[in-house]
């Protein structure tokens, strides 16, 4: 069995967004239940710290964040017309972004081999100068600072399998070639950027990858994604850490989402990540939690993930995509390829 770090924290839940706002405090309550119930004793608990001013400004503007830091302690404040703040969201963002960057620094070191950060609120819509999509802070972009500033990493890969997006992710590094964004993304829906043809700028042309996807894709498209494409590109980057974006939005039933990613599915981008990070980087992976909005999907899928991270089950991806028809994913790699091979010499061969 694997040594599996996992941030949790009672006081994410005190991030409150309002009534009926589908980003609420029990997405978190499942998983914690589920973690108690299901998997107790498994896994070593990763306890977060409050997020200095100096790791949110590697992403965020001052003015931003003085902005959100204004809010501490106040009834209810409106930061985007999807996202609100309550009395404890500012501390709780501040622990998403600590909760996150503790585990990175706990596998970065070998205390842990993979880790996954159950926090709220997410952040990979957030941008430097603005709160959007129900996140604050971008957590995973001042993680993937984190790892190289204060633990050594030259060289992260950012996969984000979320519903939606991660517009603030790619444009926080979309000039930078040490950090390679890569998204599925059903669209052209919220937020709207990540088209094929979005593949960085500058230095940074070639190390984003962007797999717009239309709605109804399930785990054989999903997973032959990353067999197919996240896995060969990842070989040729060489990354010391992958860092996932893990939106269960893609699940079956979410609400916001047209998606028909099951548990399977899951367990099966997260083997195929494993496979290629025993390759790369000595099986350094660090999740953390961004979108999923049914509750029995975040339960089921946030279970899969975690037992294939452990090594508590070993789903092969191989079987997952055989198990259907390959023609969207036969397409969707072909188009990929496309645009794609002018960076990557392994893609497609």
Not at 178 to 195: A, D
Request: a negative charge; proline letters at 5%; glycine letters at 10%.
């Amino acid at each position: 069995m694997k040594r599996t770090g996992i941030v949790r924290d009672e006081r994410y839940l005190n991030h409150d967004p309002g009534a009926y706002h589908p980003e609420s405090p029990r997405r978190l309550e499942v998983l914690y239940s589920m973690l108690d119930e299901e998997l107790k004793g498994k896994f070593t608990e990763i306890e977060p710290f409050e997020a200095d001013k100096e790791m949110l400004l590697w992403i965020h503007d001052a003015s931003y964040i003085n902005r959100v830091a204004a809010t501490a302690g106040k009834e209810f404040t409106s930061l985007d017309p999807d996202t609100s703040t309550s009395p404890g969201s500012y501390e709780a963002a501040l622990l998403a972004v600590g909760g996150l960057c503790r585990a990175i620094s706990m596998v970065m070191a070998g205390e842990m081999d993979n880790a996954f950060a159950f926090v709220r609120p997410p952040g990979h819509h957030a941008e430097r100068a603005r709160a959007m999509g129900f996140c604050l802070f971008n957590n995973v972009a001042i993680g993937a600072r984190y790892a190289q500033k204060k633990l050594g990493a030259e060289k992260v890969l950012i996969v984000d399998w979320d519903l939606h997006h991660g517009n603030g992710t790619q444009h926080s590094f979309e000039e930078d070639p040490t950090v390679l964004y890569f998204s599925t993304h059903q669209y052209p829906y919220y937020p709207g950027s990540g088209s094929l043809r979005e593949t960085g700028r500058g230095q940074g042309r070639g190390y984003t990858v962007n797999v717009p996807l239309s709605v109804g894709k399930g785990d054989v498209e999903y997973v032959g994604i990353f067999e197919r494409i996240v896995k060969p590109i990842a070989r040729e980057y060489s990354p010391d850490l992958i860092m996932i974006s893990a939106g269960f939005d893609i699940y079956a039933n979410d609400p916001l989402g047209g998606m028909n990613v099951t548990a399977t599915g899951f367990a099966g981008m997260t083997r195929s990540l494993m496979e290629v990070a025993e390759e790369v980087c000595g099986g350094k992976i660090v999740a953390t939690l961004e979108g999923g909005y049914n509750i029995q999907g975040l339960r089921e899928c946030g279970k899969a993930v975690v037992e294939e991270m452990l090594d508590l089950q070993q789903t092969d991806p191989r079987a997952v995509i055989s198990s259907g028809s390959q023609i969207n994913l036969d397409s969707i790699v072909k188009e990929v390829t496309e645009v794609q091979r002018e960076f990557w010499k392994t893609l497609g061969n």
